[in-house]
């Protein structure tokens, strides 16, 4: 090597690191793009195969409405897969959640499998579930296995997980920035995580565009009138968000007793579902509707257009309630979007506001109230409905998420910021503590 090349060497070395002293965030956004490209790709391309089997297969049961009297023998099966094959990912979302707060082992490439599986099963015999769930679990174990080939340390991880939640979250719904603040905000009550802000937003933002390539079409709602910001309908608002709060809370206190319950009672794990199911079975041939079955998405829409009756929310808290807890897969938030804005549409028999908005403001604050994450919510409102109506959104989910309490769907989140003092010295405890 000559003497020039090698000064001209040196003067690329120093200008390299000069610049990198001059921008130190340089490569750790590079880092995350690439990290975030894949899990975006990825993520994004798993919700977009998942929502279509589970289009198909609802269609299907919807043709074939005897294979519901097939639930029980589905949930044995169900039951037998993870009872003998999936002990260590059964945790699902609480597993996520308990490796954010403290890494541990790489979470197993399975439980994307499994749940995917086990979600399809549920929804085509005709159990009451939803979809984050699956999505969330399919994200978070694809992406950990990202943590050794790119040697990942504890920190890192944390940030790999939240990213992967906030990508799930935002590709099954079509919301990436409420997708993004979920992930940022469901596993610490009352905290933000802000280091993994980036890689949030940038998975979320990658999933979603990657599910929408893949012509995967999601849910349009529509509120047709947003009253002026006046006094009356912002003290409404407070008072249908107290009526949501005691909703997520009696929702998330009764899931977790009912779980409590089949385990203490029915001892072999299989068993569990082939209970549940049967009451479920029995419970659509009694009524002789599959209204409370499935996501419900029908009747969603519809609590947007017409006042619907006051037992729908609690028929399908009922139905969702026995499938998760009897050891179905799936998810609660698609079902708290249809417990929340079917109430709401109902409150509107007292509450003077539009049925159209009430259903809008259940549909979010319930879901804040059950998994204290009224940021996400916020802006969830603001993607599926519009600026308009955002002050009231917020006025419901800030109501709903303060008097839920210090309950959830999620027994690992952590108290980070109390919700009052009576809770100021129980910070790091996880909800299970209060259980």
């Known amino acids: 090597m000559s003497k020039s090349q090698r000064t001209l060497g040196?003067?690329?070395?120093?200008?390299?690191?000069?610049?990198?002293?001059?921008?130190?965030?340089?490569?750790?956004?590079?880092?995350?793009?690439?990290?975030?490209?894949?899990?975006?790709?990825?993520?994004?391309?798993?919700?977009?195969?998942?929502?279509?089997?589970?289009?198909?297969?609802?269609n299907f049961r919807e043709n074939h409405l005897w294979l519901i009297a097939l639930l029980p023998i589905a949930g044995f099966l169900i039951g037998l897969l993870y009872y003998y094959w999936g002990k260590d990912v059964e945790a699902g979302?609480?597993?996520?959640?308990?490796?954010?707060?403290?890494?541990?082992?790489?979470?197993?490439?399975?439980?994307?499998?499994?749940?995917?599986?086990?979600?399809?099963?549920?929804?085509?015999?005709?159990?009451?579930?939803?979809?984050?769930?699956t999505a969330l679990q399919m994200a978070g174990a694809i992406a950990d296995q990202l943590s050794r080939p790119f040697k990942l340390?504890?920190?890192?991880?944390?940030?790999?997980?939240?990213?992967?939640?906030a990508a799930g979250f935002g590709s099954v719904f079509g919301t990436p920035l409420a997708g993004a603040v979920f992930?940022?905000?469901?596993?610490?009550?009352?905290?933000?995580?802000?280091?993994?802000?980036?890689?949030?937003?940038?998975?979320?933002?990658?999933?979603?565009?990657?599910?929408?390539?893949?012509?995967?079409?999601?849910?349009?709602?529509?509120?047709?009138?947003?009253?002026?910001?006046?006094?009356?309908p912002v003290l409404y608002s407070i008072l249908a968000g107290i009526v949501f709060g005691i909703c997520a809370a009696a929702f998330s206190k009764i899931i977790h007793w009912t779980g409590s319950f089949f385990k203490s009672k029915i001892k072999y794990p299989p068993f569990r579902p082939v209970v549940g199911g049967t009451i479920i079975a029995l419970a659509v041939l009694l009524m002789g509707t599959t209204r409370y079955i499935g996501l419900g998405v029908p009747v969603i829409v519809g609590s947007f257009e017409k006042q619907l009756p006051l037992y729908d929310f609690a028929l399908k808290m009922g139905f969702t309630i026995i499938t998760l807890s009897a050891g179905f897969k799936g998810g609660e938030v698609t079902p708290l979007f249809f417990i929340g804005a079917t109430l709401g549409s109902?409150?509107?028999?007292?509450?003077?506001?539009?049925?159209?908005?009430l259903a809008g403001m259940g549909f979010v604050a319930v879901f804040a109230g059950a998994t204290n994450t009224p940021l996400a919510c916020m802006l969830m409102?603001?993607?599926?409905?519009?600026?308009?109506?955002?002050?009231?959104?917020?006025?419901?989910?800030?109501?709903?998420?303060?008097?839920?309490?210090?309950?959830?769907?999620?027994?690992?989140?952590?108290?980070?910021?109390?919700?009052?003092?009576?809770?100021e010295n129980q910070q790091d405890r996880t909800i299970s503590d209060f259980l």
Not at 195 to 200: H, R
Not at 219 to 225: M, R, V
């Open 93 to 133: 979302n609480n597993l996520l959640i308990d490796n954010i707060h403290d890494p541990k082992g790489i979470i197993p490439f399975k439980m994307a499998p499994f749940v995917y599986l086990g979600t399809i099963a549920t929804h085509f015999f005709g159990g009451s579930a939803g979809r984050e769930g």
């Open 381 to 423: 409102g603001i993607e599926l409905f519009g600026a308009e109506c955002g002050v009231y959104i917020a006025i419901a989910c800030v109501v709903s998420y303060l008097l839920s309490g210090h309950n959830s769907i999620y027994t690992k989140q952590k108290i980070g910021e109390a919700k009052n003092r009576r809770y």
């Open 183 to 232: 992930g940022l905000e469901v596993f610490l009550i009352g905290r933000i995580r802000y280091n993994a802000i980036f890689p949030a937003f940038t998975s979320a933002i990658l999933a979603d565009w990657t599910t929408n390539l893949w012509n995967v079409k999601h849910t349009h709602y529509h509120i047709d009138f947003v009253p002026k910001l006046e006094l009356l």
């Open 153 to 165: 340390d504890k920190n890192e991880r944390r940030i790999l997980i939240i990213s992967a939640i």
């Open 10 to 58: 040196q003067k690329t070395v120093f200008h390299t690191q000069f610049f990198f002293r001059k921008f130190p965030a340089v490569p750790y956004i590079f880092k995350w793009l690439i990290i975030c490209l894949i899990i975006g790709i990825l993520t994004g391309s798993a919700s977009a195969g998942f929502l279509q089997s589970l289009e198909w297969a609802t």
């Open 346 to 357: 109902a409150l509107s028999l007292f509450i003077p506001l539009p049925f159209g908005l």
